[in-house]
C-alpha cells in the first residue's frame, strides 16, 4: 500500500494500536497529524521526532474548537486523504451500577469524539473541492461488543458507545459514497496489549490479535487500494 505524500490524521495515535497504526503509515510514506492530551504522552511517543509527524495538543476530541484545531493543523496546500479514529476509553459497569457521569464518560470519550473527527474529515475533505479529484477515506474503531451487543453485559455504556460508533460508520457511508469518501470501521475483541497482559494474566493471550494484525486491516480500509469496501464494520477478534 503506498500512502506517499498523503496526509492523515491519526487520533488515539499515540497509544498502543495507535502506535502500530503510524508506524505502519510511516512506513507506508504517509504524513501523519496526531493529537495529545499530556506532554509526557507526546514525550514517550516514538515517533515524535519523525518530520513526517505532527504532533497536536487537544486536551478533549469531544469539543468542536479543539476538534478544530486538530484539523486545522494540515497546511492550506494539505490534502486530507484519511482520518482513522482510534482514540476512546473503557469502563466496566452494569446499568444498575453507571450513574449519568460515567454514561457520558463513555459517550464523549468514544461516540462524541469519533462524531466530531468524522464530520471535520468529511469537511477538511471536501475543501476546495478536493474529493472529486482525490477523494477520502475514514476509519472508525468499534468494538467486538457493537457487533454482539449480549457479550456487553456488564460494560453498558461501553457497549452503548462503540454501537453507536458501528452505527455511525454505516450511516456516514451511505451519505459521502458520492463524494468518493469510503467509511468502515474495525471492531476489534481484545487485543494483545501491555495493558491488557497487565489486566488479564491467566487469559489465552495467544487467542488475542495483535496490534501489527488489527493495524494492517486499518491500513487497507484506509489505503487507495480500497476502492468499494464502504459502510463495514470489520471483525478483527483473532481466536479469541
Not at 51 to 73: F, G, I, K, M, W
Not at 111 to 123: D, E, G, I, P, Y
Not at 202 to 223: G, H, M, Q, R
Request: hydrophobic residues 50%; proline residues 4%; glycine residues 8%.
Amino acid at each position: 500500500m503506498d500512502y506517499s505524500g498523503r496526509h492523515v490524521v491519526v487520533t488515539g495515535g499515540t497509544g498502543a494500536l495507535g502506535t502500530e497504526v503510524v508506524a505502519s503509515l510511516l512506513r507506508a510514506g504517509a504524513r501523519c497529524i496526531v493529537p495529545f492530551v499530556h506532554e509526557a504522552e507526546a514525550q514517550r511517543f516514538v515517533h515524535r521526532d519523525d518530520p513526517n509527524v505532527t504532533l497536536v495538543a487537544v486536551t478533549d476530541l469531544a469539543d468542536e474548537a479543539q476538534v478544530a484545531r486538530l484539523y486545522s493543523a494540515l497546511t492550506p496546500s494539505s490534502i486530507l486523504w484519511a482520518s482513522i479514529h482510534i482514540a476512546g476509553g473503557f469502563a466496566p459497569g452494569k446499568v444498575a451500577d453507571t450513574d449519568k457521569a460515567a454514561l457520558m464518560a463513555q459517550l464523549n470519550g468514544n461516540l462524541v469524539s469519533c462524531f466530531l473527527c468524522c464530520r471535520a474529515a468529511v469537511n477538511a475533505m471536501k475543501a476546495g473541492g478536493q474529493v472529486a479529484r482525490f477523494g477520502g477515506r475514514i476509519v472508525n474503531v468499534a468494538s467486538r461488543q457493537a457487533l454482539e451487543r449480549r457479550s456487553g453485559a456488564g460494560m453498558s455504556a461501553y457497549t452503548i458507545a462503540k454501537s453507536g460508533v458501528a452505527t455511525l460508520t454505516t450511516v456516514l457511508a451511505e451519505e459521502t459514497v458520492r463524494e468518493n469518501i469510503l467509511v468502515n470501521a474495525v471492531a476489534p475483541s481484545i487485543m494483545d496489549t501491555a495493558a491488557n497482559r497487565a489486566a488479564m494474566p491467566n487469559a489465552d493471550i495467544a487467542a488475542w490479535p495483535k496490534v501489527e494484525e488489527v493495524a494492517a486491516t486499518i491500513l487497507f480500509l484506509a489505503s487507495p487500494d480500497n476502492r468499494v469496501t464502504r459502510g463495514a464494520v470489520v471483525p478483527v477478534y483473532g481466536k479469541y
